[in-house]
């Protein structure tokens, strides 16, 4: 693999520093300190399958970056939501079709998470139909990541560590203060070392597509109406203060020290892993072809992308059925049914109703983050 060193100054990100003021209490108003334990002990009980093996786990505390202060960037607690944001007089921002949103559907329940709260927030707690839940969103590596929000079979609450790990959110536990890792969804230190997260779908769309898909959601309405770690807070939401970084070659805040140099380290991939294969499909590539039919370590996949951006990876078997997908306009089209491209649900036909599994566990993300994690990655089409 072709690798380098990839030296960044600070300047992409350090003026973002000046919205992260305050200090670290916690949601019942107490203060505690740094989380930094040295961890060690694996909890065991994990739920889902980890890429945390290629990993040696603890991570030991000197490849931990502190990027802020605990709570500094304060993860909301205590979400509001509603159609839009009209009628809140606290809410000084126009949610706009065009802005990119987290969308998660559970059991019917569908909600979005825009990405103007979440580059400031980058941790929502959450609850559907008692179900806890966390959503979560690194701006330095653009990876959104959806979970049960359970530790040990019990809900808590997740917050903003203030550290990073391989320019990664480093998320911290209510329960027990262990560290994990976001795009792992794997706790890297701490009690907890080596259990994980249960993974649930979610996607990267803009408010426009994702309500079209989705006409009952409900759209996350920002602080001060939604309460967060640290209580009543609020930021500037019409700004995206990580602008200037995503434009850039810029890694991190400045301590990647090697980069896969295949791809620009902001080219915008979605990654499926299986069979112990891993392979990145390109925003570009796949507008090129319009719809991607493939198979990754024995699974048949299919990859397409909307005229917004949106890309999704899905299972392509019907009934038990392997089938090819093709492009129906916005849509896509296979065994006799129109299937929504966000939604991967059969529109008509003889499936209608049917919901595609998804072949990603994580959304797109950037491409030096997923090499990151995923560092015998393919590319495809190369």
Same mark, same amino acid.
């Given at each position: 693999m072709d690798?380098?060193r990839?030296?960044?100054a *600070?300047? =992409?990100?350090?003026a973002l520093?000046?919205?992260?003021?305050? !200090?670290? $209490? @916690?949601?019942d #108003?107490n203060?505690?300190?740094?989380?930094?334990d040295a961890g060690g002990s694996?909890?065991?009980?994990?739920?889902t399958p980890?890429r945390?093996s290629a990993?040696d786990?603890?991570?030991?505390k000197?490849?931990?970056?502190?990027?802020?202060?605990?709570?500094a960037i304060?993860?909301?607690?205590?979400?509001?939501?509603s159609d839009?944001?009209?009628?809140?007089?606290?809410v000084?921002v126009t949610?706009?079709?065009?802005?990119?949103?987290?969308?998660?559907?559970?059991?019917?329940?569908a909600?979005a998470?825009p990405?103007?709260i979440?580059n400031?927030h980058?941790?929502?707690?959450d609850?559907?139909?008692?179900?806890?839940?966390?959503?979560?969103?690194?701006? *330095?590596c =653009?990876?959104?990541?959806?979970a049960?929000r359970l530790?040990? !079979?019990? $809900? @808590?609450?997740? #917050?903003v560590?203030?550290?990073?790990?391989?320019?990664?959110l480093?998320?911290?536990?209510?329960?027990?203060?262990?560290?994990w890792?976001?795009v792992l969804?794997?706790?890297?230190?701490?009690?907890l070392?080596?259990?994980?997260?249960s993974?649930?779908p979610s996607?990267?769309s803009?408010?426009g597509?994702?309500?079209?898909s989705?006409?009952?959601?409900?759209?996350l309405?920002p602080?001060?109406?939604?309460?967060t770690?640290?209580?009543?807070q609020?930021r500037?939401?019409?700004?995206?203060?990580?602008?200037?970084?995503?434009q850039s070659?810029?890694?991190?805040i400045?301590?990647?020290e090697?980069?896969d140099?295949?791809?620009h380290?902001?080219?915008?991939?979605?990654g499926?892993?299986s069979?112990?294969?891993?392979?990145?499909?390109t925003?570009?590539t796949v507008?090129d072809?319009?719809?991607?039919?493939?198979?990754v370590?024995g699974l048949?996949?299919?990859?397409a992308?909307?005229k917004?951006?949106?890309?999704?990876?899905y299972?392509?078997?019907v009934?038990?059925?392997?089938?090819?997908?093709?492009?129906?306009g916005?849509?896509l089209?296979?065994?006799?049914?129109k299937?929504?491209?966000?939604?991967?649900?059969?529109?008509?036909?003889?499936h209608?109703g049917t919901?595609l599994?998804r072949?990603?566990d994580?959304?797109?993300?950037?491409w030096f983050a997923?090499?990151?994690?995923n560092?015998e990655?393919e590319?495809y089409?190369r």
């Amino acid at each position: 693999m072709d690798r380098r060193r990839f030296l960044v100054a *600070l300047g =992409g990100v350090s003026a973002l520093s000046g919205c992260l003021e305050g !200090g670290p $209490p @916690t949601a019942d #108003g107490n203060t505690r300190g740094d989380t930094d334990d040295a961890g060690g002990s694996t909890a065991g009980g994990t739920t889902t399958p980890s890429r945390a093996s290629a990993f040696d786990l603890p991570i030991p505390k000197d490849e931990l970056r502190r990027g802020a202060p605990k709570d500094a960037i304060p993860a909301i607690t205590a979400p509001v939501f509603s159609d839009d944001w009209t009628g809140f007089d606290e809410v000084n921002v126009t949610l706009e079709d065009s802005f990119e949103v987290v969308g998660v559907e559970i059991d019917g329940i569908a909600r979005a998470y825009p990405l103007a709260i979440l580059n400031w927030h980058e941790i929502v707690n959450d609850t559907f139909d008692g179900r806890p839940v966390v959503v979560t969103y690194c701006p *330095l590596c =653009g990876s959104a990541v959806t979970a049960d929000r359970l530790v040990q !079979g019990e $809900p @808590t609450y997740f #917050g903003v560590s203030g550290f990073l790990w391989m320019s990664d959110l480093v998320m911290y536990d209510d329960r027990t203060e262990s560290l994990w890792s976001q795009v792992l969804a794997t706790a890297i230190r701490g009690e907890l070392t080596g259990d994980t997260l249960s993974l649930i779908p979610s996607t990267i769309s803009t408010w426009g597509e994702w309500k079209a898909s989705h006409p009952e959601t409900e759209v996350l309405v920002p602080p001060p109406v939604s309460g967060t770690i640290k209580g009543r807070q609020t930021r500037r939401y019409g700004v995206n203060p990580y602008r200037g970084y995503q434009q850039s070659g810029a890694i991190g805040i400045g301590f990647n020290e090697e980069v896969d140099e295949r791809l620009h380290p902001k080219t915008s991939v979605i990654g499926i892993t299986s069979g112990g294969v891993a392979r990145a499909y390109t925003l570009s590539t796949v507008n090129d072809e319009g719809v991607v039919n493939d198979e990754v370590g024995g699974l048949p996949v299919v990859v397409a992308s909307s005229k917004d951006g949106t890309l999704v990876a899905y299972v392509r078997r019907v009934d038990g059925e392997v089938v090819e997908f093709e492009r129906d306009g916005g849509d896509l089209e296979a065994a006799g049914s129109k299937w929504d491209l966000v939604t991967g649900r059969a529109l008509d036909g003889p499936h209608e109703g049917t919901t595609l599994t998804r072949a990603n566990d994580r959304s797109p993300m950037f491409w030096f983050a997923w090499a990151d994690f995923n560092p015998e990655t393919e590319i495809y089409g190369r």
